[in-house]
């Protein structure tokens, strides 16, 4: 009794030992993926709750998009920018095709007048 109890608990020391044994083969990434649970699953949902709503999590994002406004304040302009000047080339297209029809107009009535003037004998 006393071997098969001494198997087992020997047993059950290297499975402890197989089971804390890092992987050689394994990136840092893929040790924090196995650490975070599976996405969907009922406990990912309590741990990145926690995670996004810390605190510090809450101070760094802040801070992050201070820098961000601070690096690239000219995102807001450029946009506003870029609206304004769509508007203004699709103005100028369209007064582009109404001088175009307006000469085209002018060009076929002094092509009538001037088949007019012309009298058949």
Same mark, same amino acid.
């Given at each position: 009794m $006393?071997?098969? #109890?001494? &198997?087992?608990?020997i047993?059950? &020391?290297?499975? =402890?030992?197989?089971?804390?044994?890092?992987? !050689?083969?394994?990136? /840092?990434?893929?040790?924090?993926?196995?650490?975070t /649970? @599976?996405?969907g #699953?009922?406990? #990912?949902?309590? %741990?990145?709750w926690? %995670?996004? #709503?810390?605190?510090? !999590?809450r101070r760094?994002?802040? @801070?992050?998009?201070?820098?961000?406004?601070? =690096? $690239?304040?000219?995102?807001?302009?450029?946009?506003?920018?870029?609206v304004?000047?769509?508007? +203004?080339?699709?103005? $100028?297209?369209r &007064?582009?095709?109404e @001088?175009? !029809?307006?000469?085209?107009?002018?060009? +076929?009535?002094?092509? %009538?007048q001037?088949?007019?003037?012309?009298k058949? %004998?």
């Amino acid at each position: 009794m $006393h071997k098969i #109890s001494r &198997f087992f608990s020997i047993l059950f &020391f290297v499975f =402890l030992v197989q089971l804390v044994k890092p992987n !050689r083969n394994e990136t /840092p990434v893929d040790q924090v993926l196995k650490t975070t /649970p @599976a996405k969907g #699953s009922f406990t #990912s949902f309590f %741990y990145w709750w926690f %995670y996004f #709503s810390s605190p510090e !999590r809450r101070r760094l994002r802040d @801070a992050q998009q201070r820098l961000e406004e601070l =690096l $690239h304040p000219q995102d807001e302009l450029e946009k506003r920018q870029s609206v304004i000047l769509e508007k +203004l080339m699709e103005e $100028h297209k369209r &007064f582009k095709e109404e @001088a175009e !029809r307006e000469a085209e107009r002018e060009r +076929l009535a002094y092509e %009538y007048q001037k088949g007019q003037g012309k009298k058949e %004998y």
